[in-house]
């Protein structure tokens, strides 16, 4: 699903924070949340991905890192969750499971191998964020969402697509 409509009071911030509600039974293995931000000009402005397996849960940030993340053992048990990533104007990736943070990521340099002939991190995390497209494998994965700074407006949904 793509939603957009970010208040100009929010673009001038820079930070974004996106909420997404899951529970553990939709956690299956093999499922994947994949939060793709996008310009005014419908291009990517980098991507955070968080995905499912047996042995535990992975995050990637596209165009930025080579492989995917473990996340940390220690994430809530509880079966209702609440994933806050959170992109700041650093740029840097944070990404809360009920209030636990679980990655804290400066895209730099350094931790960004990214990169190929003539594109670097830098120009594919670069601009202000005008929409998110939301990808999930399965369509029950989500079962709520909020977008923006502080997470306190209205949003727009456009299309639906699940992959």
Not at 93 to 98: C, L, S
């Amino acid at each position: 699903m793509l939603i957009e409509d970010i208040p100009d009071s929010d673009k001038s911030a820079g930070d974004v924070s996106f909420k997404i509600k899951t529970d553990a039974a939709s956690e299956n293995a093999n499922d994947e949340i994949i939060v793709d931000y996008k310009t005014a000009a419908g291009t990517t402005n980098g991507a955070v991905e968080i995905r499912f397996r047996d042995d535990g849960a992975y995050f990637l940030i596209s165009n930025c890192q080579t492989g995917y993340e473990k996340l940390p053992d220690h994430l809530p048990v509880e079966t209702d969750k609440v994933w806050n990533i959170l992109k700041t104007t650093e740029p840097r990736i944070m990404v809360y499971v009920n209030g636990v943070e679980v990655v804290n990521f400066l895209l730099s340099d350094e931790t960004c191998p990214y990169g190929s002939n003539t594109i670097t991190w830098r120009d594919l995390w670069k601009g202000d964020v005008e929409g998110v497209l939301l990808w999930s494998f399965t369509s029950g994965m989500i079962g709520g969402y909020m977008f923006g700074k502080y997470c306190n407006f209205k949003i727009r949904i456009l299309y639906l697509v699940y992959i």
